[in-house]
């Protein structure tokens, strides 16, 4: 799904809306295992990722966390970094070449002042984020790891071929000795 499309989509924006919001987007490329935001900085951009994907992590005592792994077609930004001003709690590293179209935060604000009704188009952005996020809390909280797994096969498969099997493991809460023999016992 294009920029375009996305924006026409989740933020419900006209054609002429989703043109002008383009305009304050700009191209950038990183190479693999390029740091986009770290833990304890402010998330200056919202990034939306034409190619590649993007690991969002943290160390928790001493234990490498994933959060999510985004792919093409997706927002990324810490959330509470960018709507509260806090320090970002992930970090972002690209796990292959990647390019993206980002957003400063002063040229997202200015959307207000360009787009009518701009407030509810917002609220309807953010509350699909955070439908995202309760999602997986609902999933983590009411399924055993192999529900997981399967859930995760059947909507994120070709992460498999993109990724490194560690990282899909710690993000469905597992060590990767367990993911591979849930692989194996499923197959």
Request: hydrophobic share 40%.
């Amino acid at each position: 799904m294009s920029l375009q499309t996305s924006l026409q989509v989740i933020l419900h924006l006209t054609d002429a809306e989703a043109q002008e919001a383009m305009r304050f987007f700009l191209p950038f490329t990183y190479p693999k295992n390029t740091t986009l935001l770290e833990v304890g900085k402010e998330a200056p951009q919202l990034f939306f990722i034409q190619e590649g994907y993007i690991r969002i992590h943290a160390d928790f005592e001493g234990k490498e966390i994933t959060q999510w792994i985004s792919s093409p077609a997706s927002f990324i930004t810490d959330l509470s970094s960018w709507l509260f001003n806090q320090p970002a709690k992930w970090n972002f590293t690209t796990l292959t070449e990647v390019s993206l179209l980002a957003i400063s935060k002063t040229d997202y604000q200015r959307l207000q002042g360009k787009i009518a009704d701009w407030s509810p188009k917002e609220k309807d952005f953010i509350g699909h984020c955070f439908n995202q996020m309760e999602q997986r809390i609902f999933q983590f909280l009411s399924q055993n790891s192999e529900e997981r797994y399967q859930a995760f096969c059947k909507e994120y498969a070709f992460l498999f071929n993109h990724v490194p099997h560690q990282y899909i493991a710690s993000l469905l809460g597992m060590t990767p000795e367990t993911l591979s023999r849930l692989r194996a016992k499923l197959r």
